[in-house]
């Protein structure tokens, strides 16, 4: 019957299309067709998507804005499922935000700063949706996303939505309970954002922020962002330097000039070439300076979803 019809027929509202290119949704630019591609509009789809992985054993990715990962070049077999621009609800209430898992971090930013509530300024240029940061724990400097966040509304492969506060939850260093359990679909997330300001002050610190990150950040190319963690009294970009691999290439994968933690498609990247070099940079740092580099960039088959039992 196929993936589509099937879903249909168990309810499923969204929209749902068949092999569409995956470098068409992640800022790398980089991944073959999707056998399946889902956009749900409603908690409700998520649960019925959940529930048919759980008796067909049909393979299933959870994407957003695509911004840590890199996609196959042969592409993800049954259903990538996508909580973008159909999944972006967005309100405020007071001093809190409830934003859907698709809302993007600039949108979250924007509307933070529209009301008056600092606290988001620095994610306003930071590619990627609520859902995923959550999951990546994103952050800059001291900052990270789980700092404000009020509660997390989910579901696991029990197919049961259910809300858990920040203290149920465990965040760290680029990690969270939703990247250990392996099994999670973030749906919504509550921030509380307590101190207030002008908008136009706000607005004007996210211009700084954005400017900053342009000066120092190949922007203008496909890329990821970071590609490797921190490590403790190090920094990645640092080390790739001293090794004296900035600007080396794979194919079309290439660590850029500006910034050597950042590994840029110059056009016709693979993801065997972001792979490869990936692998060279790891290699090369551990044998230079002794340090094991751990990876922030997240491969597409890394996020299979796990049920339980």
Same mark, same amino acid.
């Given at each position: 019957m196929g993936i589509p019809k099937e879903l249909q027929q168990r309810g499923f509202s969204g929209r749902v299309r068949e092999k569409v290119p995956l470098a068409g949704l992640t800022t790398y630019r980089i991944g073959g067709p999707a056998e @399946? %591609?889902?956009?749900?509009? +409603?908690?409700?789809?998520?649960?019925?998507?959940?529930?048919? &992985?759980?008796?067909? #054993?049909?393979?299933?990715?959870?994407?957003?804005?695509?911004?840590?990962?890199?996609?196959?070049?042969?592409?993800?077999p049954g259903i990538v499922m996508l909580l973008g621009d159909l999944f972006a609800g967005i309100e405020v209430r007071g001093e809190t935000i409830e934003a859907a898992a698709g809302v993007p971090n600039a949108l979250l930013a924007e509307t933070a700063a529209r009301s008056g509530l600092r606290g988001f300024e620095w994610i306003c240029d930071i590619p990627g949706r609520v859902?995923?940061?959550?999951?990546?724990?994103?952050?800059?400097?001291?900052?990270?996303?789980?700092?404000?966040?009020?509660?997390?509304?989910?579901?696991?492969?029990?197919?049961?939505?259910?809300?858990?506060?920040?203290? @149920? %939850?465990?965040?760290?260093? +680029?990690?969270?309970?939703?990247?250990?359990?392996?099994?999670? &679909?973030?749906?919504? #997330?509550?921030?509380?954002?307590?101190?207030?300001?002008?908008?136009?002050?706000?607005?004007?610190?996210?211009?700084?922020?954005?400017?900053?990150?342009?000066?120092?950040?190949?922007?203008?190319?496909?890329?990821?962002?970071?590609?490797?963690?921190?490590?403790?009294?190090?920094?990645?970009?640092?080390?790739?330097?001293?090794?004296?691999?900035?600007?080396?290439?794979?194919?079309?994968?290439?660590?850029?000039t500006m910034h050597h933690n950042f590994i840029v498609n110059t056009g016709a990247a693979t993801a065997a070439d972001v792979k490869a070099l990936v692998d060279l940079v790891t290699r090369r740092v551990l044998e230079r300076t002794g340090i094991s580099l751990e990876r922030e960039l997240i491969y597409l088959e890394e996020t299979l979803f796990r049920p339980r039992g």
């Open positions: @399946a %591609l889902v956009e749900p509009v +409603r908690d409700e789809d998520v649960e019925i998507v959940v529930r048919f &992985v759980g008796d067909t #054993a049909t393979p299933l990715y959870v994407l957003g804005g695509g911004s840590k990962i890199l996609a196959p070049d042969e592409g993800a859902g995923g940061s959550l999951v990546q724990n994103t952050g800059m400097n001291e900052c990270c996303v789980s700092g404000p966040l009020e509660s997390v509304t989910f579901l696991r492969s029990d197919v049961r939505l259910q809300t858990a506060g920040r203290d @149920a %939850l465990e965040f760290g260093y +680029r990690s969270s309970s939703f990247k250990t359990w392996g099994d999670a &679909v973030i749906v919504s #997330a509550r921030f509380r954002l307590g101190e207030r300001g002008n908008p136009d002050e706000i607005t004007g610190e996210m211009e700084a922020v954005r400017h900053s990150r342009h000066s120092k950040f190949p922007v203008s190319q496909p890329t990821c962002g970071s590609v490797f963690k921190r490590p403790e009294g190090h920094f990645p970009g640092k080390l790739i330097e001293d090794c004296g691999l900035g600007g080396t290439a794979i194919g079309g994968a290439a660590i850029s």
